[in-house]
């Protein structure tokens, strides 16, 4: 017998029972449209944490004060070192080194004539808006010069601009910050919120007023730019023996951004299997729920049956159209469940811009091919079932 | 030719042996007309299921044909099936969701005939039982008669040398079960081996020959003009003491 025909006859016993038919496909529909929502879901995450992280800039290295390692001696307490402007200076001259704009940060009142606003402060250098790639919308950034040097100037984000200067061109007027009057050098364009941070509502000025601003004593962290891509991990290891030589001990951490990158990496990877695995149980479900109504069927059939062992239909013959019949059910199943899951992606897409979650080609071929596998393999027992009937019984409707 | 040497056919009910036949001989000559009565359980069924390989005897020999039908495979049985014999069932048996014709296709869709060559032959087979205006009803559109018919056409639509009916008038009103006669009358009369089992006498007088059984034996043999001796006997048989 021809695979087509298997088919034809398998089609026309299951739109017999359309209730029944749907009612099994919904199983496998909502499985695989699981599949589908939940990979491009964490495959949307990861897009959205590697996308954040390129735009902090490219072949950065981080270095946090503190380490991230447990030391010290039981009574003996470790304080680590200030990290401080000298410290990104130096680092700023290593070979491996582009350049380190050294960071300070907290929040201030920012005010001009009634207008106020709660701002993020950002104390740095000119190396800064380099190294993460900032675009100036108006008038310039921060200026080259003596680091330690605290001038009363700023650089306002985009949104603190357009709040405090509604219409207006804030480059040359004085703004209040916290106790402080400052000139206000420049507006940036649309930088959007990376990293938990909205760089529209932040203001940026000369590192030594923003330590002086925010009474810190160290820096918050020190950006650095490697040469190249090639040089990250030279960098990262002459930037650590750097500063341990300064500080007299390993007092800093030292992160470049593909190692954060590839953490976050392999987590969201563990998450996007762990959820492929729970969306397959369900598809595991689902094919029990296909064994279910195929059983009914062969029971329900048992007289068809009889009759085409009678008029000389083999058993193997018998076994292919009951499977084809699950097969048909699960393919049926597993393409609405494509389609309803790319819909509720582009939904979710729809509700949240921010996450580029689509489904991953391969998440698409396994829940479509495990939905088939699925249901060939619950429908083998009825279909077993189905051959091993007595042609005699069975046209008895035994 | 069909040749039964002393089949039995005993079935375990539980533990108990119930003998459906008992060492049954008969011959059933190519072309012949023979009916196969007797009272409820008397075996009747079970015969026709042996002689139409759906079944296979628990002892002695069925040659169909000169093959020994007990050393055929169940797939080598199947095949049998298909290509020499045609069943016609009291309930028809046709697929409630296939119309007429495709009922009258199926026994060909599972074999390897063209397509081409299976709708002449359903055109065909339709033609010879006056449904060929009915060919796209499902069942349920047809009348008790019309079924039958187009059971009858599934019957022969692969060509078989030998019809199997049991009780093929058995739903029928008399007009309907007249007409389905007539069918196997000229079904017989182009060549096919005829065994029909029934009850009704006016069925089993227009046979050649009569084979009469008895709790599962053969006990009379008669000519199908000789039915009302024939019906004396199973009057008798009814009144008569029951074996064990």
């Known amino acids: 017998m021809r695979v087509r025909k298997t088919f034809r006859f398998a089609l ?35 897009s959205y944490v590697v996308e954040q992280f390129s735009s902090l800039g490219t072949n950065l290295v981080v270095v946090l004060p503190g380490r991230t390692e447990t030391t010290g001696f039981p009574g003996v307490p470790s304080i680590p070192n200030d990290l401080t402007i000298a410290d990104a200076e130096a680092i700023a001259l290593l070979p491996a080194v582009k350049r380190a704009a050294p960071v300070a940060m907290g929040t201030e009142t920012v005010s001009f004539g009634e207008r106020s606003r709660q701002v993020a402060i950002i104390g740095t250098t000119a190396d800064y808006a380099l190294a993460r790639q900032v675009e100036i919308a108006r008038g310039e950034f921060l200026p080259r010069g003596d680091a330690d040097r605290g001038a009363p100037v700023c650089v306002l984000g985009h949104v603190a601009a357009r709040e405090l200067f509604p219409g207006e061109n804030p480059v040359g007027r004085v703004v209040r910050v916290g106790g402080w009057r400052m000139r206000v050098l420049g507006v940036l364009s649309r930088q959007g919120t ?68 590839s953490t976050f990496s392999a987590i969201l990877n563990t998450l996007t299997i762990v959820l492929a695995a729970i969306a397959a149980i369900s598809l595991t479900v689902a ?9 009914v069927s062969v029971s329900e059939r048992t007289r068809e049956i009889g009759l085409l062992r009678a008029v000389g239909v083999h058993r193997s ?35 949240f811009p921010a996450l580029p979650a689509a489904p991953p080609p391969w998440a698409v071929a396994a829940a479509f091919g495990m939905a088939v596998l699925v249901g060939v393999v619950f429908g083998l027992l009825p279909a077993r079932r189905a051959t091993r009937l007595d042609p005699v019984a069975a046209l008895a409707g035994r | 030719m069909i040749e039964l040497a002393e089949v039995s056919r005993t079935f375990l009910v539980g533990d108990r042996p119930v003998y459906a036949l ?59 099936r298909r290509h020499k014999i045609g069943f016609v069932f009291q309930s028809f048996h046709l697929i409630p969701r296939l119309t007429a014709a495709e009922n009258v296709e199926l026994p060909m869709i599972f ?38 018919r187009a059971a009858l056409a599934r019957s022969t639509v692969m060509g078989p040398s030998i019809l199997l009916a049991d009780e093929p008038t058995g739903n029928l009103d008399s007009a309907s079960g007249r007409v389905v006669l007539d069918l196997l009358d000229r079904m017989h009369g182009d060549g096919l081996t005829v065994i029909v089992v029934t ?36 009057a008798a048989a009814d009144e008569g003491p029951e074996e064990g």
């Not at chain 1, 017999?16 to 749907?22: F, I, S, Y």
């Not at chain 1, 097969?327 to 389609?339: C, H, R």
């Open chain 1, 12 to 46: 026309g016993a299951l739109t017999r029972h359309g209730l029944r038919t749907g009612l099994s496909l919904l199983g496998v529909t909502i499985g695989v449209a699981a599949v589908i929502v939940l990979t491009a879901l964490t495959d949307g995450a990861r």
């Open chain 2, 22 to 80: 008992r060492e049954i001989t008969e011959t059933f000559a190519e072309g012949e007309h023979v009916a196969i009565m007797g009272a409820s359980g008397s075996g009747k069924s079970t015969l026709l299921n042996l002689i139409g390989c759906l079944d296979r005897p628990t002892s002695g020999t069925y040659r169909l044909d000169g093959r020994s039908v007990g050393d055929l495979s169940q797939s080598e049985l199947t095949q049998v």
């Open chain 1, 287 to 295: 094919g029990i729920g296909i064994m279910n109504v195929m059983l």
């Open chain 2, 199 to 234: 009850h009704d006498a006016k069925v089993a007088q227009r046979a050649e020959r009569i084979v009469v059984l008895f709790d599962g034996k053969v006990v009379e043999r008669a000519a199908g003009g000789r039915i009302a001796d024939v019906m004396a006997v199973l």
């Open chain 1, 194 to 261: 990376k990293i938990g941070l909205n760089l529209d509502e932040t203001i940026y000025v000369p590192v030594a007023t923003g330590m002086q601003m925010l009474n810190r004593s160290s820096l918050f962290r020190i950006l650095v730019e490697a040469q190249a891509y090639a040089d990250l991990a030279t960098a990262r290891e002459s930037i650590r023996r750097l500063v341990t030589e300064r500080h007299g001990e390993e007092d800093v951490t030292v992160i470049t951004q593909d190692a954060v990158l």
């Open chain 1, 317 to 351: 013959q018998v076994m292919a159209v009951f499977l084809a019949e699950a097969a048909l059910l699960s393919a049926a199943g597993a393409l609405l469940g494509l389609l309803a899951g790319y819909l509720l992606v582009r939904l979710m897409v729809g509700l």
């Open chain 2, 111 to 148: 074999g390897d005939i063209p397509r081409r060559e299976r709708r002449e032959r359903v055109s065909a087979a339709l033609a010879a039982v006056g449904l060929a205006e009915r060919a796209t009803h499902l069942p349920d559109q047809l009348s008790g008669g019309e079924r039958q």
